[in-house]
C-alpha cells in the first residue's frame, strides 16, 4: 500500500508535462503565424503576375489598334512602358520584385533590369538549366506558383504568368529567406521563452510541490495508522479468499496476529454451516460489486466461535480485484440481546400491557400484551411517543396533572381512556413510574389493563339503574335527577323549560283485548316514536305503566312545546300491526313551563299531570297546557 516512489515522480512528470506543452503551444503559434505569412506573400505576388500580365496585354491591344501595318515590331513598343513603370517600381519587401522574359532560341532573356540595379540586365539563362524555373514555366504558357529557383540561384517565393499575345512571362517573387527570416527569429525567441518559462515554472513547481509531497507522505502516514488503529477490523482479500492485508483490530477479532493472519484464507475461520450464506454475499460481490452487511461467526483462534458483523466491496489495485472488508465484532450487542430476551421473557408472560420508555418517553420496549390489547405490534411503536394511544377523551389539564404528580411522587396510577390501533377507544387502570439513576431520570415504566369487561359491568348496571328494561327509555330514577338538573339550568340561566306528561288513551282495552305482550310490543312501539319527536338534549322517560314524560329542557316560548306535542300527536297514532292485530295508539298530553307554571321539580310535575287529565277529559288524541285549564 506504499505510494511513495509514484508521489516522488509526480513533480518530474508534471514539469515534463508543463514543458511540452509550453513547447507545442509555442511552435504551433509560429507556426500557423509563419502559414498566415506565407499564404498572404503568395496571394500578393498572384495579384502582381496577373496585373503586369493584364497591363502589357492591354498596351498591345492598344498599339496594334493604333500603328500602321508597317510597324512590325509591337514588343519594342509595348516594352517601353513596362520598363518605366519597373523603374518606378517600390517592390515589397527587401527582395522582392517582379520580372519579364522571352524566348530566344535556347535561351531565356530578361527583358527588364535588376530592381535592386545590381546589374543592368540579368544574363540569358539557358532554358535547359536548372536556374528560373519559375520563368521557364510562365514561358510554356503556364501560370501559377512555386517556391524554386530563380536567375540568380536564389529559392524564391514566386506566382507566373504568360503573355499570349507577345509569347512572353511575367514573374513575381521574393526571397524565401526573407520570408522566413522573421519567423526564424521568432522560434528562436520562443525556444528562449520555452526555456525560461520551462524554468520558472520548474522553480514553482518544486517549491510548491515539495509542501505537497511531504503533505501526502504525512498523510499517507495518517491514513495506515488510521488502518492499523481502527476499531473496526479490516482486511484486503484476493478474490478466492486469501488474505493479504489486515489491521489490529481484524487480528484481535480472530486472535491470530498480523503476520499469522496474512498467511491465512477467509474460509479458515469460517464454520462450514456458512456456506450458503457466504455464496449469497459472493454472488452479490460478483454482480454489484458488494455484500452485506450481514451477521455470522468466525472461528477464533482459541477455537470459540466469535459474532461479527461485515461489509465489503470490490476495489482494484493494481489490475487485480480484491475484496476490501470491514469486520465488527458484535459480542456485546449479542449479549445484550440476549439479556433483553430474559427480560423480555420474565414479562411477556404476563397479561397486563407493560411500556418503557426512555428519558425522553421514547418507548423502547413493550410486551406482547401490549400489542394484543392496543393492535399495535412493537415495530410500529418504537421510538415513538406514549401518547400514541391519546383518546382525546381526557382534557389537556388531565395530563398536565398526571405530569406533575409523576414528578413530585415519582409515580401516578389511575383511570384512562385509551385509543386501539382501529381507532376505538378502550379503558384502562394504569400505573407509571419513573425510574432514576442518580436523580437523573432515565427510564418510565407504565403498566396497565385493561378494564373494557369491568367498564361494561359497571355500564351495563347503570344502564340497568337508569333506564326502563321494556322500552329502553330512561326510567324515573334517572328523570327525577335529571329534572333536578334541568330547573337549577333554567333558574341559573334564566331561560324557560317545559314538561309534558303522556298517557295512552285506551292502553287497559288493549291489554284486555289482546293480552299483554301484544301491551308490551305497544308501548316499545310508542317509545321509539316519541324519541324521533325530540331533540337530542330532551330526555324522554317512562314513568311506569303506559306514562311517559318529557323534559324539553330549553325554549323560547310556549310555542316550541306546542311544535313538539303535535308533532307527538301526528307521530304516535300511526297504525301499527302487532301479532296480526292493526292497532292505532294515541295519547293525551299535558304540559307546564316554567317559571310561569311552577318553578319547582314538584310544581311542574303536577301541574303537568293535571294538564294531562284535563287533555283526556276534553278528547283522547290531544294536549293542554296546565295555564289553560279552567
Not at 516512489?5 to 511540452?20: S, T, V
Request: hydrophobic letters at 40%.
Amino acid at each position: 500500500m506504499n505510494n511513495q516512489p509514484g508521489i516522488q515522480l509526480a513533480p518530474k512528470r508534471l514539469i515534463a508535462i508543463m514543458a511540452l506543452t509550453v513547447i507545442v503551444i509555442l511552435v504551433s503559434t509560429v507556426w500557423l503565424l509563419y502559414e498566415a505569412s506565407f499564404n498572404q506573400q503568395l496571394q500578393r505576388l498572384v495579384e502582381i503576375a496577373k496585373v503586369r500580365a493584364g497591363l502589357i496585354e492591354a498596351i498591345v491591344n492598344h498599339d496594334e489598334n493604333h500603328q500602321h501595318s508597317h510597324d512590325r515590331d509591337v514588343g519594342a513598343s509595348v516594352l517601353k512602358l513596362p520598363q518605366l513603370a519597373h523603374m518606378k517600381f517600390q517592390g515589397f519587401g527587401e527582395s522582392g520584385e517582379f520580372t519579364l522574359a522571352r524566348l530566344n532560341d535556347d535561351y531565356i532573356e530578361f527583358l527588364l533590369g535588376y530592381r535592386h540595379n545590381v546589374l543592368e540586365q540579368p544574363e540569358p539563362v539557358p532554358v535547359s538549366s536548372t536556374l528560373a524555373e519559375p520563368m521557364r514555366r510562365a514561358l510554356q504558357g503556364k501560370s501559377g506558383t512555386l517556391v524554386g529557383i530563380d536567375y540568380r540561384s536564389v529559392e524564391v517565393l514566386a506566382a507566373y504568368e504568360t503573355i499570349n499575345m507577345l509569347g512572353w512571362g511575367v514573374v513575381a517573387k521574393i526571397n524565401m529567406s526573407e520570408i522566413r527570416e522573421p519567423f526564424i527569429k521568432a522560434a528562436l525567441i520562443s525556444i528562449l521563452i520555452s526555456i525560461l518559462v520551462i524554468a520558472l515554472g520548474s522553480m514553482f513547481t518544486l517549491r510548491f510541490m515539495s509542501p505537497l509531497i511531504t503533505q501526502i507522505g504525512d498523510d499517507h502516514f495518517y491514513l495506515r495508522t488510521l488502518f492499523q488503529n481502527s476499531p473496526i477490523g479490516l482486511a484486503l482479500c484476493r478474490m478466492d479468499g486469501t488474505l493479504v492485508e489486515t489491521n489490529t483490530a481484524y487480528s484481535n477479532i480472530t486472535g491470530y496476529s498480523l503476520k499469522e493472519a496474512n498467511d491465512l484464507s477467509y474460509w479458515d475461520i469460517t464454520p462450514d454451516r456458512y456456506r450458503d450464506m457466504e455464496a449469497e454475499q459472493l454472488w452479490h460481490l460478483e454482480h454489484r460489486g458488494g455484500y452485506g452487511p450481514y451477521e455470522k461467526e468466525y472461528i477464533h483462534k482459541e477455537g470459540h466461535l466469535v459474532p461479527v458483523r461485515l461489509k465489503g466491496k470490490i476495489i482494484n489495485r493494481g489490475g487485480e480485484d480484491f475484496i476490501w472488508s470491514s469486520v465488527e465484532d458484535i459480542s456485546d450487542r449479542v449479549e445484550a440481546e440476549r439479556r433483553l430476551r430474559q427480560a423480555a421473557t420474565i414479562f411477556e408472560s404476563t397479561g397486563e400491557g407493560i411500556i418503557i420508555t426512555d428519558e425522553n418517553n421514547k418507548i423502547i420496549l413493550v410486551n406482547s400484551a401490549y400489542c394484543e390489547i392496543t393492535g399495535y405490534s412493537e415495530e410500529e411503536v418504537l421510538g415513538r411517543d406514549p401518547s400514541i394511544l391519546r383518546s382525546g377523551k381526557h382534557e389537556k389539564g388531565f395530563y398536565q396533572k398526571l405530569w406533575q404528580h409523576l414528578k413530585l411522587e415519582g409515580n401516578w396510577r389511575g383511570e384512562m381512556w385509551n385509543r386501539r390501533k382501529d381507532g376505538s377507544i378502550f379503558p384502562v387502570w394504569q400505573h407509571i413510574s419513573v425510574i432514576e439513576n442518580d436523580h437523573n431520570v432515565t427510564n418510565y415504566v407504565s403498566v396497565f389493563s385493561d378494564i373494557s369487561e369491568l367498564k361494561a359491568v359497571e355500564e351495563q348496571l347503570s344502564h340497568q339503574a337508569h333506564h326502563d328494561e321494556l322500552t329502553g327509555l330512561h326510567n324515573r330514577l334517572y328523570f327525577k335527577s335529571q329534572i333536578e338538573k334541568s330547573v337549577q339550568s333554567a333558574k341559573r340561566n334564566r331561560h324557560m323549560m317545559a314538561l309534558l306528561f303522556l298517557d295512552l288513551d285506551g292502553f287497559k282495552q288493549v291489554n284486555d283485548s289482546y293480552g299483554h305482550d301484544v301491551g308490551d310490543q305497544l308501548l316499545q312501539v310508542v317509545a321509539e316514536r316519541l324519541k324521533e319527536c325530540v331533540r337530542e338534549e330532551d330526555t324522554v322517560a317512562r314513568m311506569g305503566g303506559d306514562e311517559f314524560i318529557i323534559i324539553l329542557s330549553k325554549i323560547k316560548d310556549r310555542k316550541d312545546a306546542s311544535l313538539v306535542a303535535n308533532n307527538i300527536l301526528k307521530t304516535v297514532p300511526r297504525p301499527v300491526e302487532l301479532q296480526e292485530q292493526i292497532i292505532t295508539p294515541s295519547t293525551s298530553i299535558g304540559i307546564s313551563i316554567y317559571p310561569s307554571d311552577a318553578e319547582s321539580v314538584n310544581g311542574l310535575q303536577n301541574a303537568a299531570d293535571n294538564a294531562m287529565y284535563g287533555a283526556k277529559a276534553s278528547c283522547n288524541n290531544s294536549y293542554q297546557y296546565f295555564s289553560n285549564l279552567s
